[in-house]
């Protein structure tokens, strides 16, 4: 997803496709902030209820921290989905 989310991204810039379609962009930004919180959750998973005590594993709390902000970067997520949801109907 990761990967896919890169090349779009990439894509979309050598050609200048987000000027005529900006949706595109927003659509990348959600995909990879689904991919932040999906990477956390993995180590979250892999690394158990210990990786939220700071003092044994201060690299996946920092992780953490980082990723809750993702969401509501400006543009917010919400105002992201809410551009794609209207410019579909």
Do not use: C, M
């Amino acid at each position: 997803q990761l990967r896919s989310a890169e090349l779009a991204l990439e894509q979309g810039l050598q050609d200048k496709s987000f000027i005529t379609d900006p949706v595109a962009l927003f659509e990348i930004r959600i995909q990879l902030a689904a991919v932040v919180q999906q990477s956390i959750a993995l180590e979250l998973e892999a690394s158990g209820g210990g990786a939220y005590l700071q003092q044994y594993n201060q690299h996946f709390y920092r992780r953490l921290l980082e990723s809750v902000f993702v969401p509501v970067l400006t543009p917010s997520l919400l105002q992201l989905q809410s551009a794609v949801q209207d410019s579909r109907s």
